[in-house]
Structure formats: structure tokens, C-alpha cells
């Protein structure tokens, strides 16, 4: 390694401190963590009670969107990483041994990524999501490259932080950390899935359905149109699109 881990360290921490506090430092951190790992892409995803909450932060778009599939299909090593609370590191997804998340592989070896790695991200004793990288081209996630995305999965706590206090200020603990801002609809938007929320609570009014059998749907078009469910729930919120009562996979689409 060409610098040492307290001068990595020190370039993490920098990378954050100049920009703000929350959404911005935490892409800048992705972004930083991709120049030093040998990866093309980050994000950091946010779980709770098993479900993908949000990505918050990014090194780009593209990763946003990678992140973004792992909500749409239910499953993905973000997941099982915080599920597990260990590292999940699959360096090639083309491998014919490869089994797990076959909706979400299939997605991300269309948009040509090859490896993925998910490292979970603590606060206090609870595991709030996962730092996820991707690769394009097959390889493992090891010495050098693993001890540096091993060091920014730990530094994501501090913007995670900075949100939570926020939320719910300094005398909360435990679960409670977490459980305002993930479960709160004020939130939403910091976790930039404002819009599903919007988009399931038009469904429920429409469909006279509950808040999961809405969720269900949203997500199923979202699959069987090649989309991200946020890409769905934009397109209702704008009333460009709106899921059939009789839950069929035709939907009535308005002009944009």
C-alpha cells in the first residue's frame, strides 16, 4: 500500500469535512472510497427491519441506480450483509456457481457489473445498512483494496450519524437511533425515496389496497418493465402512470 492506513484514513475524513454535513459528505466519502479501492462504483445503502430504506450517498448515478435495485427486487447482498453483519464479497456474478438474488444479478450484469461487495455499517450496536461496491470486471475485493472499503464502511457512520442526531438528538440509544429516521416520513427524502412513499399512499387511495399489497405492486411493475421502483413511483406522483385494479401487469400511462 502506498500510503498507510491512518494517512487513507486521514483523506476519508477529509473528503467528508469538506462538504456538508450528511448527503454530500457521504458521496464525496463513496467517491473517494472508489479512487482508493479499486472498484467503479459505491454507495451506501440504509436497511432496517430487513428492508433497503434508501441510498444515502453515492460516488455517481449509476451507483445510485445499482443501489436502487436491491429496494426494487427485495434482495441483494446489502441485505444479507446487514442480516448476517458480516462482509459479503462476490467477485464474479457470471460465475455459473453463483445462485443467490437471481432477479437482482440479472439487472446489475445487464448494466455490466461483474463484482459486488457489501460491507455492513454499525452504529453504536446496531447494523443500519451496508457500504456497497461494484466492479465491472471480475476480481476480488482483498488486502490493500478490502482494508480500505473495511475503513470507509466504519468512517459512514459519522454522516449517519449527523442525521440521526438530528432526528432524534443526543439522548436516544440502542434501536432508537435508527427507528425515527428510518421509519419516519420526514426522512424520506434525506433517503431519497420520498417519492415511493408518495407513490404507495396514491395506490392505496386508488386500489383500496393495504400498504404492502401497494409496495407489492409498485415493485412488480417496476420488474416486469425493466425499471427501479423509484423510476415507477415518479411516474405516478407525476400521474404519468397508474397501476390497474385488477393488478395485471397493463397500466393506464398518461403524457408526461
Same mark, same amino acid.
Given at each position: 500500500m502506498a500510503s498507510s492506513l491512518s494517512d487513507i484514513r486521514a483523506e476519508l475524513i477529509a473528503a467528508m469535512s469538506n462538504n456538508t454535513p450528511g448527503l454530500a459528505a457521504t458521496d464525496e466519502l463513496c467517491a473517494t472510497c472508489v479512487g482508493l479501492a479499486g472498484v467503479d462504483g459505491a454507495a451506501l445503502?440504509? %436497511?432496517?427491519?430487513?428492508?433497503?430504506?434508501g441510498t444515502f450517498g453515492s460516488s455517481s448515478e449509476a451507483s445510485r441506480r445499482l443501489d436502487e435495485y436491491q429496494f426494487t427486487f427485495g434482495e441483494g447482498p446489502c441485505l444479507d450483509a446487514v442480516a448476517t453483519r458480516e462482509a459479503v464479497l462476490v467477485p464474479n456474478l457470471d460465475s455459473p456457481r453463483e445462485r443467490r438474488w437471481p432477479l437482482l444479478r440479472g439487472a446489475l450484469l445487464d448494466d455490466g457489473v461483474r463484482g459486488v461487495f457489501a460491507l455492513p455499517v454499525m452504529v453504536t450496536s446496531v447494523c443500519v445498512g451496508a457500504l456497497d461496491l461494484f466492479r465491472s470486471a471480475p476480481g476480488p475485493l482483498e488486502?490493500?483494496?478490502?482494508? %480500505?472499503?473495511?475503513l470507509a464502511a466504519e468512517l459512514a457512520t459519522?454522516?449517519?450519524?449527523?442525521l440521526i442526531a438530528d432526528a432524534v438528538g443526543v439522548g436516544a440509544h440502542g434501536e432508537d437511533l435508527f427507528e425515527s429516521v428510518a421509519s419516519g416520513p420526514e426522512h424520506a427524502a434525506e433517503l431519497d425515496r420520498v417519492e415511493v412513499h408518495q407513490a404507495t399512499g396514491m395506490l392505496i387511495a386508488a386500489l383500496d389496497v393495504d400498504a404492502t399489497e401497494a409496495l407489492v405492486r409498485l415493485r412488480a411493475h417496476a420488474i416486469t418493465t425493466g425499471q427501479t421502483a423509484s423510476q415507477v413511483a415518479r411516474a405516478i406522483v407525476?400521474?404519468?402512470l397508474m397501476l390497474e385494479t385488477d393488478g395485471r401487469a397493463g397500466a393506464r400511462e398518461g403524457s408526461p
Open positions: 445503502s440504509v %436497511v432496517y427491519r430487513g428492508a433497503s430504506r488486502g490493500d483494496d478490502l482494508a %480500505v472499503a473495511l459519522a454522516p449517519l450519524l449527523d407525476e400521474r404519468r
